[in-house]
């Protein structure tokens, strides 16, 4: 069988958007920027102008990355930074600085490492995995499998799909020649992506199976976990994703014997290749076209093919290709009797595979001087480090006695007080626990009350009202009434429907069926609406990220709740003339921002007299392990900042 070089390549997780896409959303983000934002916030939105103007103006995107990083480090939140780092991380990647994009990787761990979130540490993880698509990039394996390892327990921790990660590592260990590894790999990737369900993981995941499967040569296994991957292919995934299946289909079918399919295949790998300009993907299909018909004694066809193989890898001295090249089309003229040029490109073949020998000589030669001098150089430290040890070995034995009686006291009373810490570590967390699960029980009664009570006011109060009405108006018909008693009735029946539109109002904020219908969203939105229409005060909605997610009913009702107390404090107590509500989700976490232009309050005031409200705000938060951020001072403001994971 023919060695076909297949390479897996970086499997970039941002999604390419068409410009105007990408313009239309920096525009959103920087209005949202124009506004005042809490720093959590502020930092989130300038990391997404940024990643968003990388297509519009990619030297304007680099300052704009730069900014979010000094505001970040400046406002002490680390995540910020180190996810601002390995954003632009991309854009160097795709431009081949290779310097600047491991600068950017090693600069965010060195910032991430220092974020206690679990958001945090799975940013840290997702950077560990970008180093190891950067080592396996430039051949050095061992620094790969150090860096995907290392990502593994962070992102499995943090719940992430890990389709990508296992792929990483079954390519690498594929490159490694440790099939065993590269198959348990493989068949995990397979399995996160069919727990994840999404498209490209499932094309991808079925793919490095297939990968496998032409490694070890079962050819028929291969077949049929391309014919699996078929289905999920789409033309706008990334150039290394949607070639792979091009190749290991011609290789697939060409070891099967059927070498028209095997063709179909490559041609459709080359043309692809030269559609995106990449010349190494060019030159492989071609080559083995040429092998293929010289299988089958087309040896016409399989010179021109092979003729024009070696004349794209000549162009771009890709020298492994043109060494197979010279081999094939040195066969193929010996098998059609051409010895005078069979023998020209026999020379060549030879000088171009010692030219790539001398090569792989001279990079062993270097390493082997290296690791000969280092040696040395460690052999020269050890004998001297030997001689200052004999001279101390007498007085070391004396100080040890005495410092190893000394350690272990210590290491007792340690031991003694660790003990203690974690007793008293245990009864803080039971507690915790405890409060938590009583929160809990409060809120979830609380809600499933007020659900009763507005069922009960709106079928059961509001079906008695409007049957009043309905009777009231029957009987104005049958009545004689002078004008005063007719003035009365009809006053007592506008009252009467006044107290119908009361007890609708507050049935649908005990419950609001909307939240319950269409998500949380459009709940906010409407009760938005519903202030600016009251006149009580005006309030600008804003979402960023939300179209067609889905979050837990528990948590949408939670988050409402909030919302409406935030809101209600605004109107009742802040003395505003406006208020923004902002609800984000990127990355497994939701922001919901509410801010005022008021008379602001001293924030130590609720460490001490905070109100029922704030009491069941900080409740709500807690019981969705989330953070609350407040920030205000009198005459500026105050602007709360509520941020759980969804």
Avoid at 239 to 252: K, V
Avoid at 592 to 621: A, P, Y
Wanted: hydrophobic share 35%; with cysteine.
């Amino acid at each position: 069988m023919r060695k076909l070089f297949l390479f897996a390549g970086f499997l970039l997780c941002q999604a390419l958007l068409p410009l105007h896409a990408q313009q239309h959303l920096a525009d959103s983000i920087k209005r949202v920027l124009d506004s005042t934002l809490p720093d959590t916030a502020r930092a989130l939105n300038m990391v997404f102008y940024a990643m968003y103007m990388e297509t519009v103006d990619a030297a304007k995107s680099h300052e704009l990355y730069a900014d979010a990083v000094k505001f970040s480090e400046a406002k002490n939140l680390p995540r910020y930074a180190g996810m601002a780092l390995r954003y632009e991380a991309t854009p160097y990647h795709l431009a081949y600085d290779k310097p600047k994009e491991r600068s950017n990787l090693f600069r965010a761990i060195g910032y991430l490492e220092k974020a206690t979130t679990p958001a945090g540490k799975k940013e840290l993880g997702n950077v560990y995995g970008d180093l190891g698509s950067y080592y396996r990039n430039a051949d050095q394996y061992d620094s790969a499998a150090y860096w995907f390892l290392r990502a593994l327990p962070l992102l499995e921790a943090s719940g992430t799909e890990l389709t990508n990660t296992y792929c990483n590592l079954a390519g690498l260990y594929q490159q490694l020649k440790l099939p065993e590894k590269q198959r348990e790999y493989s068949s995990k990737a397979l399995e996160a992506a069919k727990k994840s369900n999404k498209k490209k993981s499932l094309y991808v995941g079925y793919l490095y199976n297939v990968h496998y499967f032409v490694e070890v040569k079962e050819f028929n296994k291969a077949k049929l976990y391309l014919d699996s991957a078929r289905p999920y292919f789409a033309p706008n995934y990334d150039f290394s994703t949607t070639s792979l299946i091009y190749l290991l289909s011609g290789i697939t079918y060409q070891q099967l014997k059927l070498p028209d399919s095997a063709i179909f295949y490559y041609n459709k790998a080359y043309e692809h290749a030269k559609q995106r300009g990449v010349p190494w993907s060019m030159v492989e299909p071609k080559l083995q076209i040429g092998h293929i018909y010289y299988e089958q004694k087309k040896y016409p066809a399989a010179e021109a093919v092979t003729r024009e193989a070696i004349a794209l890898a000549e162009k771009d001295s890709i020298q492994l290709f043109m060494e197979e090249g010279y081999g094939l089309l040195t066969k193929i003229f010996e098998e059609t009797g051409r010895h005078k040029e069979a023998n020209e490109y026999i020379w060549k073949y030879v000088d171009i595979k010692d030219s790539i020998e001398a090569a792989e000589r001279k990079t062993f030669a270097l390493d082997l001087e290296k690791k000969y001098e280092t040696e040395k150089k460690d052999h020269e430290l050890l004998q001297q480090q030997t001689t200052i040890r004999q001279q101390h070995n007498l007085n070391y034995i004396l100080i040890g006695g005495a410092a190893a009686l000394l350690v272990i006291t210590l290491l007792t009373y340690r031991n003694y007080r660790n003990k203690q810490k974690l007793q008293q570590q245990r009864i803080n967390e039971l507690e915790t626990e405890k409060q938590l699960t009583a929160t809990e029980a409060v809120l979830k009664g609380e809600e499933q009350e007020r659900t009763r009570l507005a069922k009960d006011l709106h079928d059961g109060l509001g079906g008695m009202l409007s049957g009043i009405k309905h009777s009231f108006s029957n009987m104005k018909g049958n009545l004689v009434m002078t004008p005063d008693n007719q003035q009365a009735f009809e006053r007592s029946m506008d009252m009467l429907d006044s107290s119908i539109r009361e007890m609708r109002r507050v049935a649908h904020n005990m419950m609001p069926e909307v939240l319950v219908k269409y998500g949380l969203d459009t709940a906010l939105k409407d009760y938005c609406i519903e202030i600016n229409k009251s006149g009580a005060l005006p309030v600008n909605y804003q979402s960023i990220g939300m179209e067609g997610s889905s979050i837990d009913q528990t948590k949408s009702i939670t988050l409402y709740r909030i919302a409406q107390e935030l809101l209600n404090n605004a109107i009742k107590h802040a003395g505003a003339t406006q208020v923004i509500v902002q609800v984000t989700r990127s990355n497994g976490l939701l922001s919901l921002t509410v801010e005022d232009d008021g008379k602001g309050f001293n924030e130590s005031v609720l460490q001490h007299t905070g109100g029922i409200g704030w009491h069941n705000i900080r409740n709500r938060v807690e019981f969705l392990k989330g953070r609350l951020d407040v920030n205000s001072a009198p005459g500026k403001g105050s602007s709360v900042l509520v941020e759980v994971e969804v």
